[in-house]
Every structure is written in structure tokens, then in C-alpha cells.
């Protein structure tokens, strides 16, 4: 596997359903990062982790819990979801050594449809 | 805050003809800017970003995109335009904080190409 890798690629749940997102990353990054993408809208960060700390949650409710267990994975843990939380999830990684002209490689992401 | 703003939702253009995609940006400081292309299905790819120097940048597949401090605007364009280049497109303003590289992305624009 190379660059970015997420599964599943598709997501059906119902509201009390209990479901995770996985992402990987093969490129050596230490920063890695959950994105939303909803139509008609703009990308909305959701959080941010380096060195496996979380450094932003950008208000995103709680039934979003997101898990860093090494700097090479990431996970997104759903749970009690609502229907406008379908969406593409979008996972990324980048390096965060030398400033913010780092390149964010994102991976293909989720489609998840909550019913 | 930061934000960034491109004014054409969708734009048609003929295989062959050239092409230019506006972004505006708004940020205090000298911004690095960014321009990623997700086609249907897929994650996003970097184009091409600018950091200081030369304000006309090369990409890849043939893009270009010029920095004007002036309009604070970045534009992608390119001079002849391919069929596979139908994708949605997005501009993307970048900054370092605490929690790492954060960009800030616009609405996006979606090209379609007509043969």
C-alpha cells in the first residue's frame, strides 16, 4: 500500500448503530487529520493529531470520537449518528517539521450514508 | 480568520480551450496557498502551492497558477484543456498553528469538459 489508505469506501448505518472509520498512512507523516465533506460546502476540518496528540477539535460533536494510536493510523468512531452527518469523510497526513507550506496527501475516503 | 472564495460554482468549457479558475483569499498575513483537483470517487490531489518567491507557479498536468498580492487572488490556469480534466476543483489557504498545518478550502468549482 502507498500514500493514504482508508476503509471502509462505503458506510451504510442506522442511528443507533455503532461503526468506525480506519485510516493509514504510509508516508512517514507525524500530522493527521479528519476532514467532512458535505455538498455545496466547503471541507470542514474536524481534528487534528501530531505525534498521536490531538491538537484541534474543531466543535465537532461528540458523537464523532476520533482515536490515534501511532502516527500512522487514525480512527474515527461513530456513534448514535443523524442523518445530516452523511457525508465523505476524508482522512489526511502530513509532515509537520517545516511549516505550513506542508502538503496535506489526503486518502479517497469514506462515503458514509446514515439512515 | 481566513477564508477563501471561488466565485464560479461550475464552469463548461470546450477540449482544446483554455481554462482559468479564480480564488480569492483573505488572510493577515503572507498566505501559502494551494490548489488540490478530486475527481468523482477519489481523494484530493495537489496541483501545485506557493510559498514565497517566483508569484507564477507550475503544476502538474499542465497547471499554472499566478499569486497576486494585489487582488489577493491566486488563479489556476491552463492553456488547453483536456477531457480528463473534468473534476472539481479547490483552492485552499494555508497556516500553522499549534496543531499543526491547517488550510482553509474553498467552495470548490466543477469542471466539465465538452468533447
Known amino acids: 500500500e502507498t500514500g493514504v489508505t482508508q476503509t471502509p469506501r462505503h458506510l451504510v448505518m442506522g442511528m443507533t448503530n455503532k461503526k468506525s472509520l480506519k485510516c493509514e498512512q504510509h508516508?512517514?507523516?507525524?500530522?493527521m487529520y479528519w476532514y467532512k465533506q458535505s455538498a455545496k460546502k466547503p471541507l470542514e476540518l474536524m481534528f487534528v493529531y501530531n505525534f498521536k496528540e490531538q491538537t484541534e477539535n474543531n466543535s465537532v460533536p461528540s458523537r464523532f470520537s476520533p482515536e490515534c494510536p501511532n502516527s500512522s493510523h487514525l480512527f474515527l468512531h461513530l456513534h448514535t449518528l443523524q442523518p445530516e452527518d452523511s457525508a465523505l469523510y476524508l482522512c489526511?497526513?502530513?509532515?509537520?517539521?517545516?511549516?505550513?507550506?506542508?502538503?496535506?496527501?489526503f486518502g479517497p475516503g469514506t462515503r458514509l450514508t446514515v439512515l | 480568520a481566513q477564508s477563501v472564495t471561488q466565485p464560479d460554482i461550475h464552469i463548461t468549457v470546450s477540449e482544446g480551450a483554455s481554462l482559468e479558475l479564480r480564488c480569492n483569499y483573505s488572510y493577515g498575513a503572507t498566505p501559502y496557498l494551494f490548489w488540490y483537483v478530486q475527481s468523482p470517487g477519489q481523494g484530493l490531489q495537489l496541483l501545485l502551492k506557493y510559498f514565497s518567491g517566483d508569484t507564477l507557479v507550475q503544476g502538474i498536468k499542465g497547471f499554472e497558477a499566478e499569486f497576486k498580492r494585489s487582488q489577493s487572488s491566486f488563479n489556476l490556469r491552463k492553456p488547453s484543456v483536456h477531457w480528463s480534466d473534468a473534476a472539481e476543483y479547490f483552492c485552499a489557504v494555508g497556516i500553522l498553528t499549534g496543531g499543526g498545518n491547517k488550510l482553509t478550502f474553498g467552495t470548490g468549482t466543477q469542471l466539465k469538459v465538452e468533447l
Open positions: 489526511a497526513s502530513s509532515s509537520r517539521g517545516s511549516g505550513r507550506g506542508n502538503e496535506q496527501f
Open positions: 508516508l512517514g507523516h507525524n500530522a
